[in-house]
Nanobody, 117 residues
């Protein structure tokens, strides 16, 4: 299994980014997926999740600003982020949600998002 998140960068407060995460080595369309983030000195947290059927849920801190969606044809899960603020600065990762124990080591490098004020 490989999880390749990308699309991060430096953005000003109020800006937007779209993060793709390509998933390989599994039958992607059957997987419930999530986007997670880890800020410096903090634990990794779930920000958004999407089931194999397309149902979504979000952390309260990102509701109304972030959208998770998936393209099963491209084995990719996306996170569209808008109205970014400095508190969104973190390394963003995708993985299964709930996190499968067998996938707990498959975080990959993640993608850095830095929001300047």
């Amino acid at each position: 299994v490989q999880l390749q998140a990308s699309g991060g960068g430096l953005v000003q407060a109020g800006g937007s980014l779209r993060l793709p995460c390509v998933v390989s080595g599994t039958i992607f369309r059957f997987r419930n997926m999530g986007w997670y983030r880890q800020a410096p000195g903090k634990q990794r947290e779930l920000v958004a999740a999407i089931t194999s059927g397309g149902s979504t849920n979000y952390a309260d801190s990102v509701k109304g600003r972030f959208t998770i969606f998936r393209d099963n044809g491209d084995n990719t899960v996306y996170l569209r982020m808008s109205s970014l603020n400095p508190e969104d600065t973190a390394v963003y990762y995708c993985n299964t949600h709930p996190l499968l124990s067998s996938w707990s080591d498959y975080w990959g490098q993640g993608t850095q998002v830095t929001v300047s004020s």
